[in-house]
C-alpha cells in the first residue's frame, strides 16, 4: 500500500466532511492504481492532499 493514502481516508469522517474527502480519496487511489511508481506520482499525491486539507479546512472554517 501506497504510505501516503493513509492520509485520504475517509470513512471514519462525519458525513459532512465524508462528502469533501471522498472524491479526493478516490482520485488519489486512481492515480496509485494507473500511474508509475516515480517522484512525479509522488508529487501529484501530495499536492492533492494539500488541497484535500485545504477544502476540509474551508469547510469547517469560522467566518471572521
Known sequence: MEHILQF????HLPPHLQAVSKP???????????????????VALRKLLEAKD??????VAKEV
Request: charged share 20%.
Open 8 to 11: 485520504f481516508a475517509w470513512a
Open 54 to 59: 485545504a477544502a476540509v479546512r474551508a469547510l
Open 24 to 42: 479526493f480519496g478516490d482520485l488519489a487511489q486512481q492515480i496509485v492504481d494507473t500511474l508509475p511508481r516515480n517522484p512525479e506520482r509522488t
